[in-house]
């Protein structure tokens, strides 16, 4: 079925922050998945860098699901592999939801994702990437645009371990909507289920489990940000 744009004016944001401290429980975590931007936090970032060509195709909140609708169509592509500071692991991407699959790729190939950072570890329950605080990655999200994501959380898949899932809040946010920029995997065994129906399962991780552990356990300071900064090096469609 063919999901139609919402309104510009119900696109309030969100978001991210699996976890509101190491010390409590992932069930007191709820359905806080805040740090990052909110739109107006973007567009002042953007403001401060370099100014893209005119002509440059940026996707908005009135374009984005009709550019995704038509990119998934011929896309037969459903891996990625990301190379991190600390070694590489494999997600496979879900064919059915294809909004999110469909943007997944298209970061990865735009090379969005390449020298942002997992920017927020939760002991024993996510990483958190897609970020940075630098502003090449503010200059990338301008260059690509400002846009969200409509939620697709009824497909029955749960949060597993190895789930990659894509932050959300209900907290002014009645549609659910994502951010398109950011993702998280969840690192509790056997899962983190109390997300589910919240946020978006869009895939899993197939290989390297091993290093996403890894980094979960790397020490962290204030708001969960690695005391050390894990870069993504580069995120390869497959």
């Not at 899932?165 to 809040?169: A, G, Q, R």
């Given at each position: 079925m063919r999901l139609t744009a919402i309104p510009a004016s119900l696109l309030l944001l969100l978001f991210v922050s699996c976890g509101e401290s190491t010390k409590k429980s992932n069930d007191k975590v709820e359905q806080k998945i805040t740090k990052t931007d909110t739109l107006s936090q973007i567009e002042q970032d953007t403001t401060e860098v370099a100014e893209v060509e005119k002509d440059t195709f940026r996707?908005?909140?009135e374009n984005a699901i009709?550019?995704?609708?038509?990119?998934?169509?011929?896309?037969?592509?459903?891996?990625?592999k990301i190379t991190t500071t600390m070694g590489s692991f494999t997600v496979e991407l879900y064919d059915d939801v294809p909004y999110h699959k469909a943007n997944f790729i298209y970061l990865a190939r735009k090379k969005y994702f390449d020298s942002t950072q997992f920017h927020r570890i939760v002991k024993n329950f996510i990483i958190q990437g897609g970020n940075s605080d630098d502003r090449r990655t503010a200059r990338k999200r301008s260059n690509i645009g400002r846009y969200l994501l409509p939620p697709d959380a009824k497909k029955g898949y749960k949060h597993h371990r190895g789930t990659i899932?894509?932050?959300?809040?209900e907290r002014d946010n009645p549609h659910k909507l994502a951010s398109p920029y950011e993702f998280f995997i969840v690192v509790t065994d056997p899962g983190s289920y109390h997300l589910d129906g919240s946020y978006t399962p869009f895939g899993k991780v197939i290989s390297g489990m091993d290093v996403v552990d890894k980094?979960?356990?790397?020490?962290?300071?204030?708001?969960?940000?690695?005391?050390?900064?894990?870069?993504?090096?580069?995120?390869?469609?497959l």
């Open positions: 996707l908005t909140e009709d550019f995704f609708f038509n990119y998934t169509k011929d896309l037969k592509k459903n891996k990625v899932s894509m932050p959300s809040s980094i979960n356990q790397v020490p962290v300071g204030d708001g969960d940000w690695p005391l050390k900064n894990i870069y993504i090096l580069k995120a390869e469609v």
